[in-house]
């Protein structure tokens, strides 16, 4: 392949004007652009993608995040929502009180803003379906697994929400109440709900031992073959 | 004890020119990002990858490049006489900083400034080309990661017995201090070397022949882990088709 | 991946799953993680095991050398404990992972070390003398939760498969020398009968979890080390981690143990029984 008719994309490289793959995996050809996409890697962010993140630092005016990227991705003070709901400029006592809306170890669901030049992502939560992650549990798993949808917030069937982070991380909690804003740390949830709960995140985690694409219909068919077992008796 | 018997075999029944039993697979832990294990004769290594991930330490960060870490140890029993430590004695910080410049060429580091790669590879059991071996192991490891690289690392021992050269040395054969031996890796589609090591002492006029068979060495080892590597993505792209 | 503090809501739906008997992953308050052990894949040793669960991997190695005795145990053997957490994969530890390490180390010695689990008498060559030392060596490649236990069913695999050569004591002109066997027929067994495995009981609210994952470990307002063998005695107890405990409390913990003991127990011994059996070719780290 020579550069006259083909452009460089992501996984390549160029040596003595020769396009060559720099990592293992599939060719991607869109148009004249070249990528090779490798097997597994982490997160490389986009804009406009779901992401689940943690915590991980309370800094000035912005909040550092973990959402298995080469780096820490920010949440800029300015890109969350005023609790209330208020529209204004941010002033010294919102600072203040940063630690108070989120702190080290929350989780939260946000959308990518924008990516800086040297690859790390701003994201932003300025919508009413993003926001701070309370009552559920967290699931792990290889970023190329996640399916890109137009929606990657579900209200399964089964009775349970899950949230399917382009980064890999997925977030199930039981299903969300009318009143979902107002979650407290308070337990409300049934033994049923969590059992549901349960079920999915051995379900998600099989599928991706297999190294199988997840998206929603995945799930739902795991759940259902899942249910001639009990919960207690999954493999994990 | 004769390393090349008089039919022209080893002691383990290879031709001079033959290297040993050579079996990997890649993504053998289920948490890191990327991680190998390989088989070279009896010696066996485990290589895991963790990264590029956000630098910890402000004082690593670069900002127009990934800084590597390497971490070389062997387990306590994967010698014939038990080790007492696995890492940390002078040879394994070595030989850890050896690896560290070694993957920093081959490495597109440019790509992932201000991040950190962890580079961690444990000898499980020992018999000879442990070094090789763990070249290898990384390689595949940072492949399963999905690290961008110049080209595959591959890595072999050679040495020379009575004016024969033979490659993929063991630990019995090792052991003959009087013969040289030469750890030798490259970049195979270029032949570019990469490390060159040499123990013992060496006839100048030998030198051009050892070198090749180490270069012939490492081509042969290049084969089978560019097969693994190829079955391991059409693996991964027959279930995702699937799906 | 996941960082090492976890958000309030995320431990209270954890302590309120257990309070209600369903786990994170649908798990009872008793349940085991399902695991794979794997006898006899490093050749270089005189027995080991690998255990494998999700997020965890431990191998273990146990070399047998002649050397001197324990100064206080003159008359028998002794083993040594050696575990290496060196992989990066295991940086979610609290603190040095030197200290982790020793810890561990002393905590196995402890519990191991001693005529009660092993019969140590039956390693001894020369009295005084010469000694059969085991060195048992833990490599942790990976961790996610619980890692006594693990390390400690490996342990014990790895005893049951170790092999220790025939020695015979030629007396010659008043030197005593040894000759080691290279016969397989002469290798001696050891007895795994009185061997325990340590059950780590973590108080989570107000109830009792065994093999607790690092999310439930981060919940945990106590910790007691509970050494179970399989006639279902109590061999060794230790209490670790922050937090005091009721002398009840200690009590339905180690209730707790025993009950989630006994499956462990059984189902390890059949395990190992089925692979000496069935005499197939290791898969080591080349199996699924």
Known sequence: MTIFHSCRGHGTYLQDNKLKASVAGFVEKVGKLICVKPVKSRYNGEVGDVVVGIITEVGQRRWKVDTYSRLDSLLMLSAVNLPGGELRRRSEKDELMMRQHLTEGDLISAEVQSVHGDGSLALHTRSLKYGKLIQGTLVTVAPALIKRCKTHFHNLECGASIILGNNGYIWISPLLKEDAENQTTKSDTSTLEREIVARLRNCIMALAERQMLLYDTSITYTYEASLNYQVSQHKK | ?243 | MSSSTLSEGRKQFIVDGVTQDCRADGRRCIDFRRFQIETGIVSNTNGSARLRQYGTDVLVGIKAEIGQPKQERSNTGHLEFYVDCSSYNTTEIDGHIGDFTTQLTKSLERIYDSENVLDLKSLTIIAGEQVWVLYIDAVVLECCGNLLDCISIAVKAALYNTRIPGVSVNDEEGVLELEISDDPNDEKKLSIDKVPVIVSCNKIGHRYVVDATQEEECCSSGRLLIAVNDRNNICSLQKSGTGSLDPSTIFEMIETARQAAVPLNQELLQTLKREERSNNDKCGFFAN
């Not at chain 2, 383990?12 to 289920?30: A, K, Q, T």
């Open chain 2, 1 to 243: 004890m004769e390393i090349i018997s008089p039919e022209g075999l080893r002691i383990d029944g290879r031709r001079p020119e033959e290297i040993r039993r050579f079996n990997c697979r890649l993504g053998v832990l289920s948490r890191a990002d990327g991680s190998a294990y390989l088989e070279q004769g009896n010696t066996k290594a485990l290589a895991s990858i963790n990264g590029p991930h956000q630098a910890g330490d402000k004082a690593k960060i670069k900002h127009d490049r990934v800084h590597i870490n390497f971490q070389y140890s062997m387990a306590t029993f994967s010698t014939n006489e038990r080790r007492n430590r696995p890492k940390g004695d002078k040879r394994s910080i070595d030989i850890s900083q050896l690896m560290r410049e070694i993957f920093q060429s081959a490495i597109l580091t440019d790509l992932y400034p201000k991040s950190q790669i962890d580079i961690h590879v444990q000898i499980l059991q020992a018999d000879g080309g442990n070094y090789s071996a763990c070249i290898n192991a990384a390689t595949l490891a940072l492949m399963d990661a999905g690290v961008p690289m110049k080209d595959f690392i591959c890595s072999c021992t050679a040495s020379l017995v009575d004016s024969k050269t033979i490659i993929d040395v063991n630990n019995s054969e090792e052991l003959h201090f009087s013969n040289p031996l030469l750890t030798l890796a490259i970049l195979p589609t270029s032949e570019e070397i990469i490390l060159c090591q040499m123990k013992s002492r060496l006839h100048a006029d030998h030198l051009e022949d050892i070198l090749k068979a180490g270069i012939k060495g490492c081509k042969d080892i290049y084969e089978i882990m560019h097969r693994e590597v190829l079955n391991h993505v059409r693996e991964a792209a027959a279930v995702m088709n699937a799906t």
